[in-house]
Every structure is written in structure tokens, then in C-alpha cells.
């Protein structure tokens, strides 16, 4: 999608292993966000940032941690890879000032075996 | 009771019928914004809106601030428009969205 890819777009990992998934944007925008979606839940906010090093939780962060060492890459990572969190994973990225929406990424599809 | 709620949560059509989405919340808002899904695909933001209504071709979407409500309305609806409609809310400072389940539209030709 314009402005926003995230990496990589599919991917199987056993239960136990990192894994690492990455949002880059070049709109250079300060929020940027990281979602799970999943059958019954809807989409939920894992993590967000609003700045370079500047990060907080969301609703399920456990688990899960963030990193954003410059503007246009949000990493998330799995320290350790669950069944559970077997989801699609979307990144997203807003604006300041509000009069604009959000833009998503294409998504993650993440499968823990 | 969730924060936001969207009704129907499954919907069928004919297509060139007139398809009304709805969407309230409980919580105080910044802005609503409405997003599309394709089956297997990415997410779409619609649109995003604080007040008053917004039309974009055949989708129009209308908020009540006081009655803490939105619609969504297609009109001449077309099989293209099957998706799922998510409605979703930010807060106050807007750096959050709170999503509804989403509206599963399927439109027949």
C-alpha cells in the first residue's frame, strides 16, 4: 500500500522462536501501530508509538514487545512464539493533527505451529 | 457491553439496493472512522469523520455526536462492495482506535 509495507507477508515459525515482524512507512509520520486480527475478536492494539524510542501497550501486549529506532520502521517482536498467537498482524500509521484517517498495511500472517 | 457496537453483523443484498450500516459507542470520541476489508485482503480506511456527514461516490457516512451514532450508507450497491465494514472510534487524544466486530456484506447479483 502506499506508504506503509510491512514484512514479511506470510510466515510459519515453531513454538518457541523469535520472530520479528516490521512496519516500514515513508510518509514520516509520528504514530505508528501494530494490531492483531483475529476470528470472533476484531482487531486489537498490541502496541503503539508515538515517536523515535518513544513507545506504550495496548490491550495485548503480553507477550509481545516494540521497537522504533528511527521514524520509518516499528518492529514487533515474539520473544518466544505461541500457538496463541497465531493471528494476521497489521501496522498502521496516522498522521498528526487528526484531520487525516488511518493508513494499514497489507498485514502478517503469522501461523505458530 | 462493548464500547462500540455495529448492527447488522451479517447482511445480504440484492445489488442496486440501498444498504444501511450502523455503528454506536459509548465512550467520548476525537473522530469515527470507517474501513473496508476485502476477504483475504488488507484494510481500508473509508472514512473519518467528527461531525455532520461525508460522501464519497456511492458511500455516504453520517455522525450524531449527541446520540453517539454513525451510518453508513451504499448506495446502488454492486457485488464489489461485499466486504467487511469496521466501524471504529478514537479517543479523546485520538492516538487510540477502539474497533466494533464489523458488518459482513455480501451484495448479489
Known amino acids: 500500500d502506499a506508504g506503509i509495507t510491512q514484512s514479511p507477508r506470510h510466515k510459519v515459525t515453531e513454538t518457541g522462536t523469535p520472530v520479528t515482524l516490521r512496519c516500514h512507512q515513508t510518509?514520516?509520520?509520528?504514530?505508528m501501530y501494530w494490531y492483531r486480527q483475529d476470528p470472533g475478536h476484531g482487531l486489537r492494539l498490541i502496541h503503539y508509538s508515538y515517536g523515535v524510542k518513544d513507545t506504550d501497550k495496548g490491550e495485548v501486549s503480553d507477550g509481545y514487545s516494540v521497537s522504533r529506532s528511527k521514524t520509518e520502521d516499528f518492529l514487533l517482536t515474539l520473544e518466544s512464539a505461541t500457538s496463541s498467537q497465531t493471528s494476521v498482524y497489521f501496522c498502521?500509521?496516522?498522521?498528526?493533527?487528526?484531520?487525516?484517517?488511518?493508513?494499514f498495511g497489507s498485514g502478517t500472517r503469522l501461523t505458530v505451529v | 457491553k462493548n464500547e462500540v457496537e455495529q448492527s447488522p453483523q451479517n447482511l445480504t443484498a440484492q445489488e442496486g439496493e440501498f444498504i444501511t450500516i450502523n455503528c454506536s459507542y459509548s465512550v467520548g470520541i476525537s473522530a469515527l472512522h470507517w474501513l473496508q476489508q476485502h476477504p483475504g485482503g488488507g484494510i481500508v480506511s473509508l472514512f473519518m469523520?467528527?461531525?455532520g456527514k461525508k460522501k464519497h461516490g456511492r458511500l455516504i457516512a453520517t455522525i450524531n455526536i449527541q446520540e453517539k451514532h454513525s451510518s453508513l450508507h451504499i448506495t446502488a450497491s454492486h457485488p464489489r462492495d461485499s466486504a467487511v465494514y469496521i466501524c471504529a472510534v478514537g479517543g479523546e487524544y485520538g492516538n487510540k482506535l477502539v474497533f466494533g466486530a464489523g458488518t459482513i456484506l455480501r451484495v448479489k447479483s
Open positions: 510518509e514520516n509520520h509520528r504514530y
Open positions: 498502521a500509521i496516522r498522521p498528526t493533527g487528526g484531520i487525516y484517517g488511518y493508513t
Open positions: 469523520l467528527s461531525s
